[in-house]
């Protein structure tokens, strides 16, 4: 099976509300948005995922983690999805940095990039061309 590789920001880590011994990370940044949308993953609880993190120029950190969502955490779903990892197991990797422009539709696969930066991202931000929500990744689990 694929890894998938999603961002997020090792810095905002808090403990995890179901283990206090691992980190609970957000996805609520635009990189992690970035990075599910040109996999195209969906995200669903168990799911598991490499999180990675820019160290310096020539190096990222990544660390495995398993998706959760947050039903007693604040704000909207998606702020409510997690990467549960554990922090002793960082490793430093080679860097690989994707373009902060592309974000392509998980539907129709256009670059939304300009549409969301001329009108803003938020949580009502849609594709131009198919109107598929932009943070349709972020549903709220249905189980
Ligand atoms: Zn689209």
Redesign the pocket.
Known sequence: MVAYRVYSDFQGGLPSRRDPKLTALGLSYYGSLADLLAQKVTLQEGMKLVVHCDNDENTDFEVDGVVFYDRQGEGSAIHRWMLEVDMNSIREVPARRVSVELLP??????N?YRSVHTKGLNESS???????AVYSSFSVPTA
């Open positions: 539709c998980i539907k129709c696969d256009i939304m849609a594709c131009p061309q198919c109107g598929t």
